[in-house]
């Protein structure tokens, strides 16, 4: 019984197959022997398309990047650049959102945290936290081991108040709930499609705002970021390096070799998503994980998510003595898959899990006699 996709999506045999499909495509060309090669690039193309429509933008703000940490590596260095400049985060954010900007202490910029509150963070603290030194505000739409939801619109509102910019960490999100980064007033937004969008690894996307895409330089230089003409001279008939010519904007902040497979499997995942329909997805999940709680609740779990609807979705994390020992317990003995974080267990359904998948992880923790322990046990 898998309910663990805030650590990978459960893997598709479509996914798979395609990734293996563009790979013998690739192969055959390679060896100059006819193939379906130059379908899979209008493919892997069409993924930047099929992003856009997930998250609410234009496919020309859409960025190629291999992993959501290197995404936001690359946001890090384009706008926290100025000493004496702050970033604010807060102390629940998964490390690759912490480790970016704390990189750029080096460099003079200052890294505020905002401490939650319960498991949850507070608007309040995060406007004390920002002033008209603060460069960016960067959260995780989701909270990775307990689920908390932040208010986005307001967090952008306050963010922009200050000529902050708002950096969002969707890889938690992006697949699971409906996004829209324009109504949500998002500048920069990063993801993998490992997790809710139930893709492979090694692929990713920088969405950048279509100004903030066109002002700022781009962070690494390649081929493909250059004008078309300007490589064709240089490749047959002179040198002629000496003047920076950008080309298509399309391309202006992708990273260079992308892991053209991964984004074959991804293009198969986010078309198996879009055809559900991401608003019927978030429904499914959300039932689910509602039910999660309700029957934690009645079993006598204490939670570490929040206990408001409003302020919560997808992931839920309970309290439980020795949490890592009790989910390889789980997994080996009663097929269950979830996750060990921080003294408790995580579960994350996703749109193809049943409040009967819910039940037999209930059942599963009640035939090891874990709910009358989790009353009175105190977390590690």
Same mark, same amino acid.
């Given at each position: 019984m898998y309910l663990d996709n805030a650590v990978h999506g459960a893997g598709a045999k479509s996914v798979y197959n395609a990734m293996e499909d563009y790979t013998r495509e690739y192969a055959r060309d390679r060896m100059g022997l006819k193939s379906d090669l130059e379908a899979w690039k209008e493919r892997i193309a069409q993924t930047r398309e099929q992003f856009a429509k997930l998250i609410g933008c234009e496919k020309t703000e859409v960025f190629f990047v291999p992993t959501t940490t290197t995404g936001l590596n690359v946001v890090a260095n384009m706008?926290?650049?100025?000493?004496?400049?702050?970033?604010?985060?807060?102390?629940m954010e998964y490390l690759s959102n912490v480790i970016v900007w704390l990189k750029r202490q080096a460099k003079g910029v200052q890294v505020r945290f905002v401490r939650n509150l319960n498991g949850k963070i507070i608007l309040d603290d995060v406007k004390k936290k920002l002033d008209s030194r603060t460069a960016a505000l960067t959260i995780g739409q989701v909270g990775w081991w307990n689920g908390f939801r932040h208010d986005i619109e307001m967090l952008s509102e306050v963010a922009h108040e200050k000529g902050a910019y708002l950096v969002v960490d969707g890889i938690q999100c992006v697949g699971a709930m409906k996004v829209d980064v324009k109504r949500e007033g998002i500048d920069f937004l990063v993801c993998g499609t490992y997790k809710w969008l139930l893709g492979p690894g090694g692929a990713a996307f920088l969405y950048v705002s279509k100004d903030l895409a066109e002002k700022l330089e781009p962070l690494f230089m390649f081929e493909h970021n250059l004008e078309a003409k300007s490589v064709e001279t240089n490749l047959f008939d002179k040198f002629d390096l000496y003047n920076l010519k950008?080309?298509? %904007?399309?391309?202006?902040?992708?990273?260079g070799a992308f892991n053209r497979p991964a984004y074959a499997g991804s293009w198969a995942s986010m078309n198996m998503i879009l055809k559900e329909?991401?608003?019927?997805?978030? #429904? %499914?999940? %959300?039932?689910?994980? #509602?039910?999660?709680?309700?029957? $934690?609740? #009645?079993?006598?779990?204490? $939670?570490?998510?929040p206990e408001e609807s409003d302020k919560r979705f997808g992931i839920v994390n309970f309290k439980i003595n020795n949490c890592r020992e009790v989910v390889a317990v789980l997994r080996n003995e009663k097929g269950v898959i979830v996750s060990p974080?921080?003294?408790?267990?995580r579960v994350s359904p996703h749109f193809f899990n049943t409040e009967e998948d819910i039940d037999t992880l209930i059942n599963g923790l009640k035939e090891l006699g874990l709910n009358n322990r989790a009353k009175t046990g105190t977390a590690k």
């Amino acid at each position: 019984m898998y309910l663990d996709n805030a650590v990978h999506g459960a893997g598709a045999k479509s996914v798979y197959n395609a990734m293996e499909d563009y790979t013998r495509e690739y192969a055959r060309d390679r060896m100059g022997l006819k193939s379906d090669l130059e379908a899979w690039k209008e493919r892997i193309a069409q993924t930047r398309e099929q992003f856009a429509k997930l998250i609410g933008c234009e496919k020309t703000e859409v960025f190629f990047v291999p992993t959501t940490t290197t995404g936001l590596n690359v946001v890090a260095n384009m706008i926290a650049t100025e000493r004496g400049s702050n970033v604010v985060t807060n102390d629940m954010e998964y490390l690759s959102n912490v480790i970016v900007w704390l990189k750029r202490q080096a460099k003079g910029v200052q890294v505020r945290f905002v401490r939650n509150l319960n498991g949850k963070i507070i608007l309040d603290d995060v406007k004390k936290k920002l002033d008209s030194r603060t460069a960016a505000l960067t959260i995780g739409q989701v909270g990775w081991w307990n689920g908390f939801r932040h208010d986005i619109e307001m967090l952008s509102e306050v963010a922009h108040e200050k000529g902050a910019y708002l950096v969002v960490d969707g890889i938690q999100c992006v697949g699971a709930m409906k996004v829209d980064v324009k109504r949500e007033g998002i500048d920069f937004l990063v993801c993998g499609t490992y997790k809710w969008l139930l893709g492979p690894g090694g692929a990713a996307f920088l969405y950048v705002s279509k100004d903030l895409a066109e002002k700022l330089e781009p962070l690494f230089m390649f081929e493909h970021n250059l004008e078309a003409k300007s490589v064709e001279t240089n490749l047959f008939d002179k040198f002629d390096l000496y003047n920076l010519k950008y080309g298509s %904007k399309l391309f202006r902040h992708d990273m260079g070799a992308f892991n053209r497979p991964a984004y074959a499997g991804s293009w198969a995942s986010m078309n198996m998503i879009l055809k559900e329909g991401i608003h019927r997805i978030e #429904e %499914k999940i %959300k039932r689910v994980y #509602e039910y999660s709680i309700s029957q $934690l609740h #009645e079993t006598g779990f204490s $939670l570490q998510t929040p206990e408001e609807s409003d302020k919560r979705f997808g992931i839920v994390n309970f309290k439980i003595n020795n949490c890592r020992e009790v989910v390889a317990v789980l997994r080996n003995e009663k097929g269950v898959i979830v996750s060990p974080r921080l003294g408790g267990i995580r579960v994350s359904p996703h749109f193809f899990n049943t409040e009967e998948d819910i039940d037999t992880l209930i059942n599963g923790l009640k035939e090891l006699g874990l709910n009358n322990r989790a009353k009175t046990g105190t977390a590690k």
